[in-house]
């Protein structure tokens, strides 16, 4: 970055850790950004004329005579048409060989929705997989993440529904991506000839990490341009944010925080809320939506980063293995949208939750008299056809491969009920039994 | 004069000022940057330096930016047109604010200065009235309002004059007050008050013990909350803590509802702002929205103005309460606020406590829930604050600081249960764990004798008992086998199935089953005693549960009918012969 002629330059650094460094310097503002022979960093404490520079590429190879200059604003992006179809790194510089982008230069990390002045949620996002669209409907303007252990296939997953959603703009945040699997989604994003309508910022596992930390206020910045500027349908995919909060703890760890529960920063739960709640429905039309992917080890909910999120985004969708039909399942026990009431049964048939409720239940049966049969028990007539309901539900409907319209997942599920079931044993509402019960 | 101070250092929203006067902890002050002034409240002070807490971003503030101290600590502004606004945590009134997005800087005064109350006298010249004494009476959404002498009165005061009975703005004098030495004090409709101390403008705080009737009915049935009682939902994610939170704010028999969503979701808060100004109050049939007051300090709105929310709710509640109303007070979640605790600790580098919450976390909490209650006011009225407060542990472990010190002082526990949320039995609330302090009170147990009947607390306590047995033979049948039991057992089991089906679940979506009045929760939880002191003959367990099942099913299509229409009579019938099918005579 060309350095302006009547910027001052210090060269004398008093300090240098792993991810900091400090100097004497005045007139700096917080949060301001600045270079470090070159390195880009920002401002994270100020105490009299002693200020700590977070550097974003890590401290390797500064010297303590290594120039500092700050460039008197906080971290920013340039939006405008001309985003769209582009690849970006976690600056906001392009790194598909193309053009700068012009435009105009908006702070990134901006202010919040006044929350009076969002409109409640209510329009569906259809994604033909009945696990999501059946048990667990996503609205526009909310956020929900994939917990999923980072061997499955929760990329695939979401590049299937960022592509089967009807949305103007999809924004690709990738933090601690392989190249792999930026290759992939540049490659199904393009296959399917969607390249023009997709804006990626990429942080690879080739990139510093603490460089991640900008990468969901990059691509929020640029849906909230095109989602306010231009009243449009932005969805935006965030993977990997367990990445993204442990480049937090290591920040965190440099600035000698206490850290609170498994290593992670006090302010994990505001970190990651500032980012997720940037989902809205604006008056005006326009609306962001964010699924993200959390990644889990071993399963384990009950760690910092999924249990955050958890509390913060509007339910969560696990993927799972079954091992009884060999395919992947949208796992309806742990699986859950907060949103969902706002459309199924209004936006969809009327008997869609209790339908859904129903399935579930009778799924949990069969849960049950899984455990009993393992257990060496004998089955009754009524456990030995939840069993058989289950497996036909889990390949018919829960797999991540079906792509049905919401109705004839309603209609492939009382099929079932029917196949297998009384009436009386699904407990739902006499009316709807009467009106959708398969004779 | 007015100290001033100057900007000496900023870690995040911790600012540090040196400054050229007096200073008080808690003291508020503004810092100027670039236009904006960003409100901040005093935290620490060493020596001439002292550390602020930024209501606000800091971000840009730079080394000796200038700071204004004000003099008073952070107080709200109280009077009537507070009733169904949006309020942030700092009590702007967030309807006033211009733009969809909220601007650093940017403070909206919480009432309204151009609107006229009918202002009706309730003392007259002469009078001798304390702090708090009731002066006037205005009508805001059909509540009586009561405009009172200002709060901070020392001693007994004699009214001057008093304005006739006509349409009055809250900034004109309605009264005038003289003290004993003459000193004369014109009294308008505005009470400001610091929002962390407490309000103690009553004469007595008794044990409460009127049932505050929410429609849920593992609340009011199961485990009951009074006026002017505490309660505390935990639960992990998913649980529903929020549906449940929503219904009790919807249902319950308050005069006034606050809900503070203290750094939760926005689209949460968006919600109530949908609904409730189209829902109906079903105990008085006006507008929900009438009656409810929402202090939105959400998730992504400043840490700071997070912890300051709850208190401004408090207040807010405690204003109310000192005019005799009931008040339901509902803070989801108080996590969040501890956590905000939890953040200015760290940056002050405050020796942590455990999980790094500071060490005084259970005194703060036990303050905070001391300030609800049920009172006798000075003059004898009644006035009562409901408070209900959701905690989110951290991995569901219930073995945390904030559910641990909550424990120690809310009187009403409501344990949400993944298990139970995963079979979505909802609400999910775990009927063994959870308990109400207040089935235990003799005065609660008059009151239901007077309100319902005597056998009622013993029928109560059966049903937990059913339940607790069901679930040990539900665990024997899962060692044993179903056929390693006595099929009397299954019978046993099913009766407690049958609780949980037809009392402890209930759909809080469906228009019907979502409010069941006090006089329908009494028929419901006798029939299903009924049915539980009824023998019945078996011969194998697989014809319990097909049995149990059906009548199961019977009772829910009785949930979910009218109470008392042709429908809901028809299924009485159903069941009453459904009975008779299987019973021993």
Redesign the interface.
Known sequence: MATKAFQKIYTKISQITKATCSLKATGVGYDELATVNGKLAQVVKIMGDEVTLQVFQGTEGIPTNAEVVFLGKSPSLKVSEQLAGRFFNAFGDPIDGGPDVEGKEVEIGGPSVNPVRRKQPSELIATGIAGIDLNNTLVSGQKIPFFADPDQPFNQVMANVALRAETDKIILGGMGMTNDDYLYFKNVFSNAGALDRIISFVNTTENPPVERLLIPDMALTAAEYFAVEHNQKVLVLLTDMTSYADALAIVSNRMDQIPSKDSMPGSLYSDLAKIYEKAVQFPAGGSITIIAVTTLSGGDITHAVPDNTGYITEGQLFLRRDSDIGKVIVDPFRSLSRLKQLVSGKKTRKDHPQVMNAAVRLYADAANAKTKMENGFDLTNYDERTLAFAKDYANELLAIDVNLDTTEMLDVTWGLFSKYFKPEEVNIKKELVDEHWVK | MATKGTV????ANMV?LAVDGPVAQNEICYILTGGDRLMAEVIKVVGSNVYVQVFE????????AEAEFTGHMLEVTLGPGMLSK?YDGLQND??K?D??????GQYTYPLDKESKWHFVPLVKVGDEVEASAWLGEVDENHQPLKIMAPFQLEGTYKVKSIVAEGDYCIEDTVAVLVDKDGNELSVNMIQKWPVKKAMTNYKEKPRPFKLLETGVRVIDTVNPIVEGGTGFIPG???TGK?VLQHAISKQAEADIVIIAAC?E???E???I??EFPELVDPHTGRKLMERTIII?N????P?AAREASVYTAMTIAEYYRAMGLRVLLMAD?TS?WA?AL??MS?RM?EL?GP??FPMDISAIISNFYGRAGYVYLNNGETGSITFIGTV?P????LKEPVTENTKKVARCFYALEQERA???RYPAVNPIDSYSKYLEYPEFEDYITKRINGEWIGKVNEIKTRLLRGKEIAEQI?IL???GVPVEYHVIFWKSELIDYVILQQDA?DEVDSVTPMERQEDILNTVIDICHTEFEFDTF?DV?DYF??M??VC??MN?SEYKSEKYEGFVKQLQELIAERSVK
Request: hydrophobic residues 30%.
């Open positions: 000496s250092g900023v870690i540090t971003s800091t971000r840009g503030l730079k080394v000796g949006n967030l309807d604010m733009g969809v997005f909220l601007k650093r992990p994610f998913g929020t750094g979701r926005a689209n808060v968006v919600e702002f949908t939105a959400t998730s992504n709105m840490v979640s969040r956590q939890r953040e760290n580098e942590p999980d790094a989110s951290a991995g569901g472990n995963d079979k979505k899962n086998g179903d056929d979506f697989l549960m099942k059906r199961i099913n829910k299509q979910y």
